[in-house]
DNA sequence: ATAATTTATTCAACTAGTTTAATTTTTTTT
DNA sequence: AAAAAAAATTAAACTAGTTGAATAAATTAT
């Protein structure tokens, strides 16, 4: 199993020995998925943590009339996982997809706990990710209603040029909040 | 200077023994704000992580045409700051302003960090509450998705009936995403 | 208390984005 | 390589929410 990826990660935001490494390694399996195959589906606990080593996912919930609403797309060295269904154990809203054959690390919730007693460190880095996260979530909030979907449009392609070759047109007209259909018409406008 | 509500709070999330407390309460220093002063405004570094003791505050961002969005409503015994711009010491984008006269505690990004190092345990208390506070944005781009902005309203009183009565229609309209305008047809339809 | 200012309401014309459905293009499967 | 399935495009009718402008109601300041 090849940590280093997970490690160089968490050396960007938290300084480890070589003896905190080999711990926090010892914690994790790692997992394949095939394209299209779920690493969660709605109404399942999310039981794991995961950390992208290879490969794109979709996390998405679908409303009362079956319509798919994207929430985040993650790729490489990102974590995935419904945070409240894993925190509290209860039952998730969401689903986890991967678009692309794909390779995770993963902890068990009970793991963790134990980890962040043995490697307190952990604490600071998960905070620190997070802290990220909300900041750009907000953001996001911000420019759904300040940005029309055809500038909430040329800003994701802008932001995320490599997505756009990597996802599905659909995937990302739900995750910009419009149908496929309307997304379709603004990239016929250039 | 009354730290209690601080305490009880983090009680909450984190055991701590009286050392710490007291710890604690000596990075703290209060301000009381009146209604309509600002916290923090555009273009500012916002200098301090804010409890909030009594009052209710508005953050806000101002698009180029000079619409106000509303992102968060705070109230009694949570945290208010523009994050990024206290993780980077960069100009702010948002406007923080008192809805009502307030008391506040406020700590330094410099003594937090301090904090951290005396008290490990607050790290794990923040990464707590900012858990939670990604756990609801993420659920908020969910339904702002999802829902009609009618939906949203009735979602919104019902979460928080207590914001309807001390916060004026037209920030929550903004904070819903639609016109005052429209805010009020949709009153009127019940 | 009165005047001044801000906030909320109402209406009608308007527009950004949706819906439905048919057609074409691309991707996946065999 | 052909067939099947999924994704993208196009067009036209539609609707949720906006805009602007005028009026009424509620707050704030003097």
């Not at 943590?49 to 994207?70: A, Q, V, W």
């Not at 068990?108 to 996260?133: G, H, S, W």
Request: hydrophobic content about 35%; aromatic content about 12%; proline content about 3%.
């Amino acid at each position: 199993m090849d940590t280093t990826k997970l490690i160089e990660h968490l050396l960007k935001h938290v300084q480890l020995d070589n003896n905190e490494t080999e711990t926090i390694e010892k914690y994790f399996t790692s997992k394949t998925l095939r394209k299209k195959e779920f690493l969660l589906r709605t109404n399942e606990v999310c039981r794991t943590e995961n950390f992208i080593l290879e490969g794109c996912f979709r996390t998405y919930s679908i409303d009362e009339n079956g319509f798919e609403r994207t929430l985040i797309f993650s790729v490489e060295s990102w974590w995935i996982a419904d945070l409240l269904s894993f925190l509290t154990e209860r039952p998730s809203s969401y689903n986890i997809v991967a678009l692309e054959n794909a390779k995770i690390l993963q902890i068990k919730k009970n793991d963790l706990e134990k980890l962040y007693l043995e490697v307190p460190k952990l604490e600071r880095y998960f905070r620190i990710l997070i802290q990220n996260a909300y900041i750009s979530q907000l953001e996001r909030i911000n420019q759904n209603y300040s940005l029309t979907a055809e500038q909430r449009y040329h800003l994701f392609i802008q932001k995320h040029p490599d997505f756009v070759q990597r996802i599905p047109q659909k995937h990302i007209a739900s995750y910009l909040g419009i149908t496929p259909v309307f997304l379709s018409m603004l990239r016929k406008k250039r």
